[in-house]
């Protein structure tokens, strides 16, 4: 599993319109196949700052979306952030949950 992150400052005036795109890129994201979530964040103690976090289930599921119009469209929005983005790629050997914590 592959977990792909945006985390952007935009600037107040490019908020509204940066919202809006990453949240219908993120619903239309999730039919790709390979996508196992598509999510958007916003920080609660600074409004500014919007994470967009992806989930894909192979490199090769990962590298189509990359490629695809979908994400043209985040670099557009990675443009409005107000200084560099921090974009990461990470690969997931292993998830655990609950009985991590027990």
């Avoid at 107040?12 to 319109?17: A, G, Q, R, T, Y």
């Avoid at 958007?40 to 490629?67: A, G, K, M, N």
């Avoid at 695809?68 to 292993?94: C, G, H, K, W």
Wanted: charged share 25%; glycine share 2%; proline share 5%.
């Amino acid at each position: 599993m592959l977990r792909s992150t945006i985390r952007m400052i935009i600037p107040p005036e490019n908020h509204c319109d940066a919202l809006e795109i990453m949240a219908s890129i993120s619903e239309q994201t999730q039919f790709e196949p390979g996508c196992l979530c598509s999510r958007v964040y916003q920080d609660v103690t600074d409004s500014r700052i919007t994470l967009f976090e992806q989930l894909w289930l192979t490199s090769e599921d990962l590298q189509r979306h990359l490629q695809s119009e979908s994400y043209r469209n985040v670099l557009l929005v990675v443009e409005m952030a107000a200084e560099p983005p921090e974009i990461r790629f990470d690969t997931i050997a292993q998830t655990s949950g609950m009985e991590t914590i027990e």
